[in-house]
């Protein structure tokens, strides 16, 4: 298929710029690093199931904001980049249509993301061993699996972005500006959408935690960061976790009450997962439709 052709490009073109390598360091030293500081530094290689699960827990915090923003960085470029040096008329010239290249460059990008992310977690679980019985292998492998989702996530919407940007700069901004709205606006954005619908509808207590529940799964990092919390705990203490401060340190037993003894099934991992999946898919293909028009 010619989206192959256009991934193994791609990623070779990757390898060949040391992204690959780059990241790869990156994710050794992060990951490992921070599995032998929370481990071995201060508090002994004894310490097992409690220690491990605070690592992961300690860990969720980092890779909320580091994978998004490094498949940002290595995805914004994927189109604009060659439309600016006019190699894409070069691409296009061979068997592959617009659709393809887009794909492929969804695909080639993905793998410079995820292997990276792979690799420093298979380190820090060769960090872990020495924890023993600590390391729920299973637990960990999910952990793992839904980094290299986010990763893969934020390189669709990247890639979207770049399809549909005439220029590079337009790129840069429109990935930058997702960005920071779901790391640093999302929370304004739901408390005013929470505020006019309980003043036009005079929504209930439990109804206003409910709304602002499914406003806040509808960020894929919050998303990511509730599914991680799932690995530990019940779906509802994940989704109550959501509403607590200092990094779910400081409860909301208001949360609690509101949502009730059960989770409704809205709330559900697997509809958490819809979402996150919804703004890898949407962000491609409305990159797509836009690219197949997108004067060269």
């Not at 921070?34 to 605070?54: E, F, K, S």
């Not at 296009?92 to 690799?119: E, M, N, Q, W, Y």
């Not at 705990?233 to 409860?251: D, K, Q, T, Y």
């Amino acid at each position: 298929m010619s989206w192959e052709a256009v991934a193994r490009k791609d990623f070779r073109d990757a390898v060949r710029s040391r992204w690959l390598w780059v990241l790869s360091a990156l994710s050794v030293l992060v990951f490992a690093g921070a599995a032998v500081g929370r481990l071995y530094v201060g508090n002994g290689a004894q310490n097992t199931q409690g220690l491990v699960q605070g690592f992961l827990f300690f860990l969720k915090q980092g890779t909320a904001i580091l994978i998004p923003l490094t498949a940002l960085v290595v995805a914004y470029g994927a189109i604009t980049r060659e439309r600016e040096s006019g190699t894409i008329k070069l691409l296009l010239s061979l068997p592959h249509s617009r659709d393809d290249v887009v794909l492929g460059k969804f695909l080639g990008r993905s793998a410079v993301v995820t292997l990276p992310v792979l690799i420093g977690f298979f380190v820090a679980f060769l960090a872990l061993l020495p924890a023993g019985s600590g390391v729920d292998i299973l637990v960990y492998v999910e952990f793992a699996l839904l980094t290299a989702l986010l990763g893969v996530v934020f390189v669709g919407i990247a890639v979207g972005v770049s399809a549909a940007a005439n220029t590079n700069q337009q790129a840069l901004v429109g990935a930058g500006g997702l960005f920071s709205i779901f790391w640093f606006l999302w929370n304004f954005f739901v408390s005013g959408v929470n505020r006019a619908a309980t003043e036009l509808f005079g929504l209930s207590n439990p109804a206003q935690f409910r709304l602002r529940l499914a406003l806040k799964i509808l960020n894929p990092i919050q998303a990511y960061k509730t599914l991680v919390d799932s690995l530990f705990m019940s779906g509802l203490e994940a989704r109550v976790r959501m509403f607590s401060m200092l990094l779910g340190m400081i409860p909301n037993q208001q949360a609690a009450q509101a949502l009730g003894p059960e989770l409704s099934p809205l709330f559900a991992d697997s509809m958490v997962l819809l979402a996150m999946l919804v703004w890898l898919v949407v962000p491609l293909a409305v990159g797509i439709v836009w690219f197949r028009e997108a004067e060269l």
